[in-house]
């Protein structure tokens, strides 16, 4: 039960919170009955800032602690539920699973929203908890702790065709009017949206990578989905839970990989017809709108080939900004096209 100093200090917090809003610029949040507010150059959406914000003052990470950090569709779902199976592996098997009665986000709580459910995790001796916090937006917690960080990215461009099919549906749900593709592709590509610029988001993790290579480990979901139990074993390695010479003669990390495919996550009753934070006002989701289709390179049957030039083009001008090579290079044959892949190879030759 909350104490009466717990109860004031988080009164003074929520007051605090609402004479801050009232100076932050805002716009509507691609057509939905929502605003997103900018802060400290990110924008959120009221909610996801005050959440943020308690996490930042109130959130206490532990050396065990392992966060799942990421910009939104960029294959969180699929990162849960591998972690997740991958630490609980002798716990639980296949028939066991809690993944078959809730959704991986249900699993592994968010640390700017869940930490009733996290402090409890912890005591059951589950350390998972996730993010899609800028890395500039971490509780200072996180990083004095030690504790492990997994960051995975994504294509821009499949990013935001993912983003805005869920964004749709969300409306849908809401009975609300979908924005246009088109309208939607120049708010992403001017860094007006969730959690703000992708490319910012990214590079901040990116840096972090570089500077702490031991404590966070930074992904890419088109790796993840060509060689899914390599970088599942690499993972595993990575937060302290490598498998055995015995659990990998007998298969283990390929029965977690079918478990958590996206077929099977896709085709389970939780996920068709459950809801996510359900009785939660507009953080109320749909669990069916978490799976979509999981492919590679699905941008192309959307984006027209300027929208696709454009993001290519936005890359680049993250990549060489001030002329310093900000962006992983193994990241770039996924990301922008062959022309302006060539075109950054001749920046910067040396690279290669």
Not at 55 to 81: E, V, Y
Not at 211 to 222: A, I, N, Q, R, W
């Amino acid at each position: 039960m909350e104490s009466h100093v717990e109860k004031q200090n988080r009164d003074v917090l929520q007051k605090s919170f609402e004479e801050m809003i009232f100076t932050l610029p805002k716009v509507n949040f691609w057509g939905l009955p929502l605003d997103l507010y900018q802060y400290q150059g990110f924008w959120l959406t009221l909610p996801f800032l005050q959440g943020a914000l308690s996490a930042q003052q109130q959130f206490q990470a532990q050396p065990t602690d392992i966060i799942l950090c990421s910009s939104l569709r960029t294959g969180t779902t699929w990162l849960k539920s591998l972690t997740f199976t991958t630490i609980a592996r002798t716990s639980y098997n296949d028939s066991t699973t809690p993944l078959l009665s809730k959704v991986p986000h249900d699993v592994v709580p968010y640390m700017e929203f869940d930490h009733a459910q996290f402090s409890t995790n912890r005591h059951l001796g589950s350390p998972l908890l996730a993010t899609h916090l800028p890395y500039s937006f971490l509780p200072r917690s996180i990083i004095d702790s030690g504790c492990k960080l997994i960051y995975i990215c994504r294509d821009p461009k499949d990013t935001f065709v993912s983003f805005y099919h869920f964004i749709a549906k969300y409306s849908k749900s809401l009975d609300t009017q979908i924005i246009q593709l088109d309208e939607a592709f120049e708010l992403f590509y001017e860094g007006v949206s969730m959690y703000g610029s992708y490319w910012d988001h990214v590079l901040g993790y990116w840096k972090a990578s570089l500077e702490h290579p031991d404590k966070l480990m930074f992904l890419k979901y088109e790796d993840l989905v060509e060689n899914t139990v390599l970088y599942l074993k690499k993972i595993a390695e990575f937060i302290g839970y490598p498998f055995s010479s015995k659990e990998q003669q007998e298969g283990v990390p390929e029965n977690i990989v079918q478990m958590c495919s996206f077929e099977n996550l896709s085709g389970l009753e939780v996920n068709k017809i459950g809801k996510h934070r359900a009785g939660q006002g507009n953080l109320e989701v749909e669990n069916n709108i978490f799976f979509r289709k999981g492919k590679v390179g699905d941008w192309k049957n959307y984006l027209t080939t300027e929208m696709s030039q454009r993001l290519d083009q936005r890359t680049l001008q993250k990549l060489t900004r001030g002329g310093v090579m900000d962006f992983p290079f193994q990241l770039l044959s996924s990301i922008v096209n062959n022309h302006a892949f060539i075109k950054i190879c001749l920046i910067y030759p040396l690279v290669f």
